[in-house]
């Protein structure tokens, strides 16, 4: 009987994850689609295929359902190699500092092609929302401090420009990369994913170092 209940529950555990998944993931196609404010949680439970009350059940309310998507969404990322301790240790492998430059500059547009136009919702909905505007700002706290991590790292191997902190080049880096900068460049003046990214090629440099790469 014990074995019994035991395989119920883990059936129910898998059947209460999949219910979640399909929740988040129609959220983030209907945000992605229409904007926070655009999307109600009525038609996330009727493009998830669930009844209403299941996602105040699994989730709670739309914030939490709007965070639960951003998480996903995270996840995705460092399931794919886009996390920033992978870039750290990608950019740690360079043979030259212009090697690494355009790691850098390539993995920072791959994850806005990503994650952009969820941000571009967080942004929006926060200029309404005081939850909303918790969480971006919460958002950009991690994100900084993620950069300010992988930058300790770029400091061991390849050194910084002379005089600047890791907070600094952090900061730097977070503000060039950062996905409304890429929002209104890519789709607001229509740049293409090259031309993008040869900009952030010519505007790290000023970041990282241009000369030899510290002794190893």
């Known amino acids: 009987m014990d074995s019994t209940r035991t395989r119920s529950q883990i059936r129910r555990d898998l059947q209460t994850a999949g219910t979640r998944g399909d929740i988040v993931e129609a959220a983030a196609e209907l945000m992605r689609e229409h904007g926070y404010a ?14 209403v009350q299941t996602i105040y059940n699994a989730i709670g309310s739309k914030v939490d359902v709007l965070a639960a998507v951003l998480a996903a969404a995270n996840t995705a990322s460092r399931a794919t190699g886009l996390s920033v301790a992978e870039l750290a240790s990608g950019i740690s492998g360079s043979a030259t500092p212009a090697t690494a430059v355009s790691g ?49 790292a770029l400091r061991g191997q390849l050194g910084l420009r002379s005089g600047l902190s890791d907070h600094e080049a952090a900061t730097s880096i977070w503000a060039l990369g950062h996905p409304q900068v890429f929002h209104t460049l890519v789709v607001g003046l229509g740049w293409s994913r090259e031309t993008y990214t040869a900009w952030l090629r010519s505007a790290l440099p000023g970041v990282l170092p241009t000369g030899r790469l510290t002794a190893r």
Do not use: C, K
């Open 104 to 152: 850098l500059a390539t993995w920072i547009t791959a994850d806005n092609e990503r994650t952009a136009p969820l941000h571009r919702v967080v942004n929006e909905a926060a200029g309404t929302d005081p939850e909303i505007r918790e969480l971006e700002v919460s958002m950009a706290a991690r994100s900084l401090h993620a950069y300010a991590e992988a930058v300790g």
């Open 38 to 51: 655009g999307t109600s949680i009525a038609a996330i439970a009727e493009r998830g295929g669930v009844a």
